[in-house]
C-alpha cells in the first residue's frame, strides 16, 4: 500500500482497502462541522456536503454518517458501507484535489436504493457542488 500522501493505486499487492489511496477518510468531529457549513446538495438516494479547503493538497477527503432517522444499527451501517463504496467508485474520477466530502445517508432510501443510481446520485451533488 502506498504512503497516504501519495496517489498511487497500482503499488502494493495488498486487496483493495473500502476507500482508494487517493482518498482519506475524515474522522475529526470538527472537519465535519466544517464540511457541514459549506456547499451542499441533496438527491433521492443521499446528502453530499463538500468544503474546497485552502490547503490544496493532492488529497481528497470523505466523511460518512447516518443519524438515527436512517433506522435501527444494522441499516445504518448497511447505509455506511454502501456509502463507503459508492465513494470509494466515484470520488477518485469525480472528485477534486483538496475538497473534504461529507456523504449523509438518507431515511427509507440509501439501503434500499438501486446501486448504479446510487452511484448516479453521487455523481450529480458532485457537479452540483463543484459550480
Known amino acids: 500500500m502506498t504512503s497516504p500522501d501519495t496517489c498511487d493505486a497500482t503499488a502494493g499487492a495488498e486487496p483493495p482497502a473500502a476507500v482508494s489511496d487517493c482518498v482519506q ?3 475529526k468531529r470538527s472537519d465535519f462541522l466544517l464540511a457541514a457549513r459549506a456547499r451542499r446538495q441533496g438527491t433521492k ?3 453530499l456536503q463538500g ?3 485552502a490547503d490544496k493538497d493532492a488529497l ?3 466523511g460518512f454518517t ?3 432517522k436512517v433506522g435501527n444499527a444494522v441499516k445504518r451501517n448497511r447505509a ?3 456509502l463507503r463504496e459508492v465513494a470509494r467508485l466515484v470520488l477518485p474520477d469525480h472528485g477534486q484535489p483538496g475538497w473534504d ?3 449523509i445517508g438518507r431515511a427509507e432510501a440509501t439501503d434500499d436504493r438501486d446501486f448504479e443510481k446510487l452511484q ?3 455523481i450529480y451533488a458532485l457537479k452540483q457542488v463543484h459550480k
Open 25 to 27: 477518510v475524515l474522522k
Open 45 to 47: 438516494g443521499l446528502m
Open 51 to 53: 468544503r474546497n479547503r
Open 60 to 62: 481528497i477527503r470523505v
Open 66 to 68: 447516518c443519524s438515527k
Open 80 to 82: 455506511k458501507r454502501r
Open 101 to 103: 466530502y461529507v456523504l
Open 120 to 122: 448516479s446520485d453521487l
